[in-house]
RNA sequence: GUGGUUGUAGCUCAGUUGGUUAGAGCGCCUGAUUGUGGUUCAGGAGGUCGUCGGUUCGAGACCGAUCUUCCACCCCA
C-alpha cells in the first residue's frame, strides 16, 4: 500500500469552508485596521537567527524552529563543538536562519531597519503566520495567524484609547458579544511589588499573580510563598485578589495601596486617563474592565497591558492581547521608539464564532448556479449565459463532461449550489434556459436575462 | 521540555481471558431511474489493525521503541 500521507504535529490543512470562514474575520480585521489609519507590511517567514534569539526568554529560544544551513553543514562545525555535544553551541553553528516566532519582533527589527523611511508615528498592521515548536493542545498550534497592529513612535495614552476602540469596533462588525478588554499596567505591578519589599521578584510576583482565576487565592499565596516572597508581603496585596466594583472603585483602592509609589501612582493615572477617555466616547459592544491580575507573559510590556476574553459561557481563554513597550527597538540599537500594539487570535476568533454560530452565510457561499452539460452545442450554448451571469456578479459555472445527469445533479447537490440550469435542445430551439430551486425543486423556463433577475 | 492519553475501512467507532476468513453505522461506486439531486430499495468495492521490533504454536489484543491524537504542566495566541 502506498504511504499514508500526513502533516506534521500542529499544522492543519483548512477546507474550503475554513477556508472562506477564516477570509471573513480576516477581511473585517483589514478593514478595521485601515479604517483606523494602520498600513499594512509583510516580513519574510524567517529571519537572521539573531535577530529573535535571545528575544523571547531561554523559554522562547527552545521554541524557536531553527533552518538547517545549507549544503555540508556539519563538516564546517568546529572540532570542539562536535566532541562537546552541547546542543546549544552546535545549533548556532549549523543553523544561521529561524522561522518567525511572532510578528512583535520583526516589526521591531523592520522600524529600525527602516527608519529614515518611516514617517512617525508609524501604524502598521500584519497578517501574517507564525510558527512555534510548541506541544500543541486545544485551540494552540505549531503553526498559526497573527494579527497585530501596532502605533510607535508616540508616547500619547491615545493610542491605548484608540487600540480599545478598536476592539470595540472588530467585535461589533462580527456580531461577536460579550467579549471583554482586559486592562492593567506595568506600572502598577511594579508598584504592588515595590511597596511589598519584592521588586526584585517582580517576574515570580506577576507570573503568580496572573494565575489567579486559574488555581484561585489559596494557590497563588502559595506560589509567592515558593518563589520566596514574604508572608507579609502577600498580606499587603491580599486586597486586590478579590478586588471588585467598577472601574473606579478597583482604581480608589489601588491608590490607597500604592500611595507610597511613583511609579504605582504614574500606572494608576494612565489607567484613569484611558478610562475617562472611553467613557466620554462610549463602547458599542465589548466591556472594558480594569484586571489588576492581568500580567501577560511578555517581558517587554511597559505600561498598559490588554487581554480580550471571549464572551462567559464559551469555553476558551483569551481571544486577543497587548500592551505599551517603550523600548522594543532598543534591542536593535534604535532608542527612545515607544509602541503600543494589540494582537487578535485569529484562530481562537474563529472557534468562538463557530460555538457561536455567528458566521454571516452570505459571507461562506460558493457557486450558485451550475448549469447541466448535455453535449457540445448545448455547452456552448450555456457558456454564453455563463459569461453574461458573470459579468453581472453572479457565480456561475458549466459542469465540465457530459456525465450522466444524475451524477451533475449530485454534485450541485453536494456543493450546495442552490440553482441548476438545465438547456438541451429543446431549449436551445426556443433560446430559453430552465431554471430550477433545489431547494423547493420548482423550475421554470426563462431568458438570460431572466437568469441574472433570477439571481440578483 | 515533564507527566498522562489515543491510534482498527474515506469518517465515527465495536472487536470477550491471546485462537479459523477482523465487523457496524455513515460515506463512496453500480443499478431500480436514457432530461432531474436529496428520500427509499437491491447489490458492490474498500483494512499490512499507526510503524518497527519482541514474547508466543498462534498477536488487532501482551511487552519495548518510535510517530501521531488529545489533556495537564511550563509557556503562550
Redesign the pocket.
Known amino acids: 500500500?502506498a504511504q499514508?500521507p500526513?502533516?506534521?504535529?500542529?499544522?492543519r490543512d483548512f477546507s474550503p469552508e475554513e477556508v472562506l470562514r477564516r477570509n471573513y474575520i480576516i477581511n473585517t480585521l483589514r478593514h478595521n485596521f485601515e479604517l483606523f489609519g494602520f498600513q499594512p507590511i509583510e516580513t519574510p517567514s524567517f529571519e537572521n537567527s539573531s535577530t529573535l534569539m535571545g528575544k523571547?526568554?531561554d523559554?522562547?529560544d527552545?521554541?524557536i524552529f531553527k533552518i538547517l544551513n545549507s549544503g555540508d553543514y556539519l563538516n564546517k562545525v568546529s572540532e570542539k563543538t562536535y566532541e562537546s555535544k552541547d546542543s546549544n553551541a552546535l545549533t548556532s553553528e549549523i543553523s544561521e536562519k529561524a522561522l518567525r516566532y511572532?510578528l512583535?519582533v520583526p516589526f521591531a527589527r523592520y522600524v529600525v531597519q527602516h527608519q529614515n523611511e518611516i514617517e512617525f508615528p508609524f501604524k502598521r498592521y500584519q497578517i501574517q503566520p507564525?510558527w512555534?515548536?510548541?506541544?500543541?493542545?486545544?485551540?494552540?498550534?505549531?503553526e498559526?495567524f497573527?494579527c497585530d497592529a501596532d502605533a510607535v513612535g508616540s508616547d500619547s495614552l491615545l493610542q491605548e484609547v484608540a487600540f480599545v476602540q478598536l476592539y470595540d469596533s472588530v467585535f461589533t462588525d462580527l456580531g461577536l458579544k460579550g467579549a471583554l478588554v482586559k486592562i492593567n499596567n506595568r506600572k502598577i505591578l511594579s508598584g504592588l511589588a515595590e511597596t511589598i519589599g519584592a521588586a526584585d521578584k517582580l517576574i515570580d510576583f506577576t507570573?503568580a499573580l496572573?494565575?489567579l482565576d486559574?488555581?484561585g487565592e489559596e494557590g497563588v499565596i502559595k506560589?509567592m510563598l515558593a518563589k520566596g516572597i514574604t508572608e507579609e508581603a502577600i498580606a499587603r496585596v491580599k486586597p486586590i485578589f478579590n478586588a471588585s466594583g467598577s472601574f473606579a472603585e478597583k482604581l480608589s483602592l489601588l491608590k490607597e495601596l500604592l500611595v507610597d509609589s511613583e511609579t504605582g501612582k504614574q500606572g494608576i493615572e494612565e489607567l484613569e486617563y484611558i478610562n475617562t477617555k472611553i467613557e466620554a466616547l462610549g463602547l458599542k459592544t465589548v466591556g472594558l474592565d480594569l484586571d489588576v491580575t492581568l500580567a501577560?507573559?511578555?517581558?517587554y510590556y511597559t505600561g498598559a497591558i490588554f487581554?480580550?476574553s471571549a464572551p462567559e459561557g464559551v469555553k476558551m481563554?483569551?481571544?486577543?492581547?497587548?500592551g505599551r513597550y517603550d523600548d522594543l527597538t532598543g534591542i536593535f540599537g534604535l532608542k527612545n521608539m515607544s509602541g503600543v500594539g494589540i494582537?487578535?487570535?485569529?484562530?481562537?476568533i474563529y472557534l468562538v464564532l463557530e460555538e457561536l454560530g455567528l458566521f454571516p452565510e452570505q459571507a461562506i457561499k460558493g457557486t450558485r448556479l451550475l448549469f447541466?452539460n448535455?453535449g457540445e452545442n448545448?455547452a456552448l450554448y450555456c457558456l454564453k449565459a455563463v459569461q453574461s451571469l458573470r459579468e453581472a456578479g453572479i457565480t456561475a459555472e458549466l459542469y465540465p463532461d457530459a456525465a450522466?445527469?444524475?451524477?451533475?445533479?449530485?454534485?450541485?447537490?453536494?456543493r450546495n449550489i442552490k440553482f441548476?440550469v438545465?438547456?438541451?435542445?429543446?431549449?436551445?430551439e426556443e433560446s430559453v434556459y430552465?431554471l430550477?430551486?433545489?431547494?423547493?425543486?420548482e423550475?421554470h423556463r426563462v431568458s438570460i436575462e431572466g437568469l441574472i433577475e433570477a439571481l440578483s
Open positions: 500500500m499514508k500526513s502533516i506534521p504535529k500542529g499544522t523571547y526568554g523559554e522562547g527552545r521554541l511572532d512583535t507564525v512555534r515548536a510548541d506541544r500543541p493542545q486545544k485551540g494552540r498550534f505549531r498559526f497573527q507570573v496572573d494565575k486559574k488555581i506560589e501577560r507573559g511578555l517581558n487581554e480580550v481563554g483569551s481571544i486577543g492581547g497587548g494582537s487578535f487570535g485569529l484562530d481562537r447541466i448535455f448545448e450522466k445527469m444524475k451524477k451533475q445533479m449530485s454534485h450541485a447537490d453536494k441548476v438545465l438547456a438541451g435542445t429543446q431549449e436551445m430552465t430550477k430551486d433545489m431547494k423547493s425543486g423550475q
